[in-house]
């Protein structure tokens, strides 16, 4: 995996990172796969839309079906259709979230399945294994995703727990894989800078910065997208996991993070929210009955391009299939196109003006 | 509207429809897109498996989003963005099986909406306004149809209103709109013959048998739909109302009916169950669970190019969209390759030895 930093328009960036299964052009937004399938969505759909590269969620696969069973299909790429890159989470965050019952320990975390109630084990050994068997293009290392609130002596423990799991994970990387490490160290930014350089010490092909959007206030957040991201290795790309509203993804791009993944886009799609150039609608609302016009006059998306307002309401509220997969189209797309335009301001020196434009209708 | 007989095969028909937006080859399979979508899938995929024809239900788009809606947003090809041929019904068949309460008068049915249980009423004139607002290809007559089982004299009468109703449904026939008659009679011949009789007085451009598959025994089906079917005027297509079942289907090409509508594959489809050359499946079956073969291994379509049955049984326990679109577009591919190999047997003079053929498997 190569990773360049092709233009910086003050701590923004516009880099490119090249892996054996194609590039991804940063600042990028990644969809979720959960289960091996964005909801809704073909993975033809996902490359119409410009999709470059996908996540799956490590927990649910490793749940069902086994990702001894993904890797007899021939691997995650085989087994969902998609010859792109894919990223595949831990399953930490998903622990930590998700299971109805866990235990952290020393050598990794017992869980109850959120599917059958059955208990399992995963500590750093595990993960590698798991995501190796997956055969992802980026690995992330095992992490213990610290709660908010949390006392400054759990968070260190915590991140201390995290950093050791790392040191373990990339003890066992697969030849082939690229592994992300994860900073931790809560809202505490001695932790997080102690978090930077442990990581960094162990070396990895790319730095994410995890434990935040865990309930914390956004001013909070912000603060540490804005203290994290300058400390991490500018010649690596640098993760913001799980943040995907627009207004922090602006203010994370501006602080220097590249890659972004965020289920946002997809549920408010299933949920009848969808973005538009002129801020969020709900497509159930009256008004749109007989409303001959696109969701977007400014969008150039399949859904746009082919139905009305009026005729999406009516298949959201007949709860069809389609509505969700025409939505889900058309957020998507909204996301990827958002982000190729805040690519290219970065490229032609503009991105202050580009995000001033759009924190006023996404603050 | 025209039609023509290509080629006879005993009673066995192959026949060109050709309308305004483009030729229908029968014997034809008609998917049934409800509110204006066929479930689960795009226009698009419908024509890519060759889909020439679509059915949506009056009874639906009158309660929601309303016909007058439908209009308003440019007619129901705009609508639900299918450009190639349209039959709605009349009404009748889903006031008498989906409706809560419906009162039958001799001028038309009231009903309560299966929605929010509102009152409505259909009559001959309502029923054509309706289908001359959402601008269909093909309408259907209103038809009172008889419920089973039903004495001679009751299905004489009901038969009498479906006449009357008929001849009020032909004299307000838009122009560019065909119009097709709808034969009742219940299980009984005599009335049988005597609606198709009145019916060919009156003068349609297609004539379907309806009031059939509605509870009675599959012999007695099997005796109208061999009795029906030779005294519908050769030389307009004859449509063959609600079945979709394989075995009958094959029995009704048999007797000389050209059209089919069924939301039996799509359905299915969405519950797991597949068609294949071989018989039904069951994606959920443990025996697929790491299965790295297609569907079936002698269908083309695009489910079975791209994914294994491992994967599909993954997505199928997973609940995602996206096993509902696969396993759409596999049961629907599967019934269009079905008729036009049909078709083709029947210009190839083997449709018996196709019968036997497929009996064997779809009895």
Redesign the interface.
Same mark, same amino acid.
């Given at each position: 995996m190569k990773f360049d930093v092709i233009k910086k328009d003050s701590n923004a960036r516009a880099g490119l990172l090249e892996t054996n299964r194609g590039a991804i052009h940063t600042p990028a937004f990644m969809p979720v796969g959960t289960?091996?399938?964005v $909801?809704?969505?073909?993975p033809d759909e996902l490359k119409e839309i410009g999709a470059e590269i996908v996540l799956c969620n490590t927990y649910h696969l490793y749940l069902?079906?086994g990702h001894e069973?993904v890797e007899?299909?021939?691997g995650i790429h085989k087994?969902?259709?998609w010859d792109r890159p894919i990223l595949t989470d831990s399953g930490g965050f998903q622990v930590f979230s998700l299971s109805a019952l866990r235990k952290i320990e020393e050598d990794g975390v017992h869980f109850k399945s959120h599917l059958d109630g059955s208990m399992h084990f995963i500590g750093p050994k595990e993960a590698m294994e798991i995501q190796s068997s997956l055969g992802s293009d980026i690995a992330m290392v095992l992490d213990d995703c610290t709660p908010y609130p949390s006392s400054y002596e759990y968070a260190m423990n915590s991140l201390f727990r995290t950093i050791k799991w790392a040191e373990q994970c990339k003890a066992l990387q697969r030849e082939g894989q690229a592994l992300f490490g994860i900073v931790q160290g809560s809202l505490y930014e001695a932790l997080r800078k102690k978090s930077i350089e442990e990581l960094v010490d162990i070396g990895f092909d790319g730095y994410a910065a995890g434990g935040l959007s865990v309930g914390e206030p956004k001013e909070e957040m912000h603060r540490l997208i804005y203290f994290t991201a300058p400390l991490l290795p500018s010649e690596k790309p640098r993760y913001l996991m799980g943040i995907g509203e627009l207004g922090d993804v602006l203010k994370a791009v501006e602080a220097g993070f590249d890659m972004f993944d965020c289920v946002m886009p997809s549920r408010n799609a299933r949920n009848g929210t969808l973005f538009t150039s002129r801020g969020k609608i709900s497509i159930k609302r009256e008004e749109f $009955?007989?409303d =001959?016009g696109p969701l977007d006059p400014d969008c150039d998306c399949y859904t746009c391009r082919?139905?009305?307002r009026?005729?999406l =309401?009516?298949?959201f509220?007949?709860k069809?299939?389609?509505s969700? =997969?025409l939505n889900t189209i058309h957020n998507l797309f909204f996301y990827l196109n958002f982000f190729r335009n805040m690519r290219k301001s970065i490229l032609e020196s503009r991105f202050s003006e580009f995000k001033t434009q759009w924190q006023a209708i996404y603050s």
């Amino acid at each position: 995996m190569k990773f360049d930093v092709i233009k910086k328009d003050s701590n923004a960036r516009a880099g490119l990172l090249e892996t054996n299964r194609g590039a991804i052009h940063t600042p990028a937004f990644m969809p979720v796969g959960t289960v091996g399938t964005v $909801k809704a969505m073909s993975p033809d759909e996902l490359k119409e839309i410009g999709a470059e590269i996908v996540l799956c969620n490590t927990y649910h696969l490793y749940l069902r079906p086994g990702h001894e069973i993904v890797e007899s299909l021939g691997g995650i790429h085989k087994f969902m259709n998609w010859d792109r890159p894919i990223l595949t989470d831990s399953g930490g965050f998903q622990v930590f979230s998700l299971s109805a019952l866990r235990k952290i320990e020393e050598d990794g975390v017992h869980f109850k399945s959120h599917l059958d109630g059955s208990m399992h084990f995963i500590g750093p050994k595990e993960a590698m294994e798991i995501q190796s068997s997956l055969g992802s293009d980026i690995a992330m290392v095992l992490d213990d995703c610290t709660p908010y609130p949390s006392s400054y002596e759990y968070a260190m423990n915590s991140l201390f727990r995290t950093i050791k799991w790392a040191e373990q994970c990339k003890a066992l990387q697969r030849e082939g894989q690229a592994l992300f490490g994860i900073v931790q160290g809560s809202l505490y930014e001695a932790l997080r800078k102690k978090s930077i350089e442990e990581l960094v010490d162990i070396g990895f092909d790319g730095y994410a910065a995890g434990g935040l959007s865990v309930g914390e206030p956004k001013e909070e957040m912000h603060r540490l997208i804005y203290f994290t991201a300058p400390l991490l290795p500018s010649e690596k790309p640098r993760y913001l996991m799980g943040i995907g509203e627009l207004g922090d993804v602006l203010k994370a791009v501006e602080a220097g993070f590249d890659m972004f993944d965020c289920v946002m886009p997809s549920r408010n799609a299933r949920n009848g929210t969808l973005f538009t150039s002129r801020g969020k609608i709900s497509i159930k609302r009256e008004e749109f $009955k007989s409303d =001959r016009g696109p969701l977007d006059p400014d969008c150039d998306c399949y859904t746009c391009r082919n139905y009305s307002r009026g005729y999406l =309401r009516h298949i959201f509220l007949s709860k069809e299939i389609l509505s969700m =997969r025409l939505n889900t189209i058309h957020n998507l797309f909204f996301y990827l196109n958002f982000f190729r335009n805040m690519r290219k301001s970065i490229l032609e020196s503009r991105f202050s003006e580009f995000k001033t434009q759009w924190q006023a209708i996404y603050s």
